[in-house]
């Protein structure tokens, strides 16, 4: 199996910055495809925040749009979040996933693992 441990959340206040970071490891790890951050606030769904391949090609949704920006080191098989100049409503649990291909009990397969969460509390 794959696991997926993110660090960097906290307390923050508004107009503050979180660098979040998400390391996978395994020993089975054959390539992992594309990463990306989600976030669930309180009483809200789960939503996507940013994504990038594994070519480092990025997307945002709209309310992070130019305060973030995701990143990876593949060498580390590692994602990171910056955000910057952050608001109240960014407070939430956020997520780290993964797709990744690797070897399962003697073949290779292909899931997407999540992270446990870190926390994000921007308030002053």
């Known amino acids: 199996q794959v696991q997926l441990v993110e660090s960097g959340g906290g307390l923050v206040q508004p107009g503050g910055s979180l660098r979040l970071s998400c390391a996978a490891s395994?020993?089975?790890?054959?390539?992992?495809?594309?990463m990306a951050w989600y976030r669930q606030a309180p009483g809200k769904q789960r939503e996507l925040v940013a994504s990038?391949?594994?070519?480092?090609?990025?997307t945002y949704v709209d309310p992070v749009k130019g305060r973030s920006t995701i990143s990876r080191d593949n060498a580390k098989s590692t994602v990171y979040l910056q955000m910057n100049n952050l608001k109240p409503e960014d407070t939430a649990v956020y997520y780290c996933?993964?797709?990744?291909?690797?070897?399962?009990?003697?073949?290779?397969?292909?899931?997407?693992?999540w992270g446990q969460g870190t926390q994000a509390t921007v308030s002053s």
């Open positions: 996933n993964a797709n990744v291909r690797y070897l399962r009990t003697g073949f290779f397969a292909t899931d997407d693992f």
């Open positions: 395994s020993g089975s790890i054959f390539r992992i495809n594309a």
């Open positions: 990038i391949t594994s070519g480092g090609s990025t």
